[in-house]
T-cell receptor, first 114, second 112 residues
């Protein structure tokens, strides 16, 4: 069973729309959840972190966490062409590491068309 | 605020050669991580240090891979007898304790 799962996409949205990115994870012991953005050929850049159930907003970005459902999502409002990138969901774990490391999904590619 | 730096940014080598990469973390960060990323995949954990102690190594890290962090500052990752399957982006990240990890620009390795 894969530990962190994301749809690979691409997810295509028009400029100005809301983009919704989803992630599920398997380890119920995970407590820290992150969204990274990665442009082609570049390294991951932190977008959001979330630790508690509910929503966390930062500018155009909202992260949502539901630990009971083991589900994390990222909403991007007013999507811009510059948001076109791969979005990586990362979860702390696994148990064997003392939850000190990150386990990443494969990422969802987002394409925002002008 | 100086971010994580990695050198070299690109490395092309022939199969069987040894390569070494360097990572300089954010100055106040005591934890340093190495990840590997191949095309279409998310980063995969390789190893991490807290200060100078190497606390964990992934089973992905074969005997040909070795990492050091002398004096708890910069870290080096060496790959001996490189294979074509080692071609990947090698990413370094750092954090303060178990806080958020910040990534460097990566070293892209191509083994011919």
């Amino acid at each position: 069973q894969k530990e962190v799962e994301q749809n690979s996409g691409p997810l295509s949205v028009p400029e100005g729309a809301i983009a919704s990115l989803n992630c599920t994870y398997s380890d119920r012991g995970s407590q820290s959840f992150f969204w990274y953005r990665q442009y082609s050929g570049k390294s991951p850049e932190l977008i959001m972190s979330i630790y508690s159930n509910g929503d966390k907003e930062d500018g155009r970005f909202t992260a949502q966490l539901n630990k009971a459902s083991q589900y994390v999502s990222l909403l991007i409002r007013d999507s811009q062409p510059s948001d076109s990138a791969t979005y990586l969901c990362a979860v702390n774990g696994p148990l064997g590491s003392g939850y000190s490391t990150l386990t990443f999904g494969k990422g969802t590619m987002l394409l925002v068309s002008p | 605020d100086t971010g994580v730096s990695q050198n070299p940014r690109h490395k092309i080598t022939k199969r069987g050669q040894n390569v070494t990469f360097r990572c300089d973390p954010i100055s106040e960060h005591n934890r340093l991580y190495w990840y590997r990323q191949t095309l279409g995949q998310g980063p995969e954990f390789l190893t991490y240090f807290q200060n100078e102690a190497q606390l964990e190594k992934s089973r992905l890290l074969s005997d040909r891979f070795s990492a050091e962090r002398p004096k708890g500052s910069f870290s080096t990752l060496e790959i001996q007898r490189t294979e074509q399957g080692d071609s990947a982006m090698y990413l370094c990240a750092s954090s303060k304790d178990v806080g958020t990890q910040y990534f460097g620009p990566g070293t892209r390795l191509l083994v011919l």
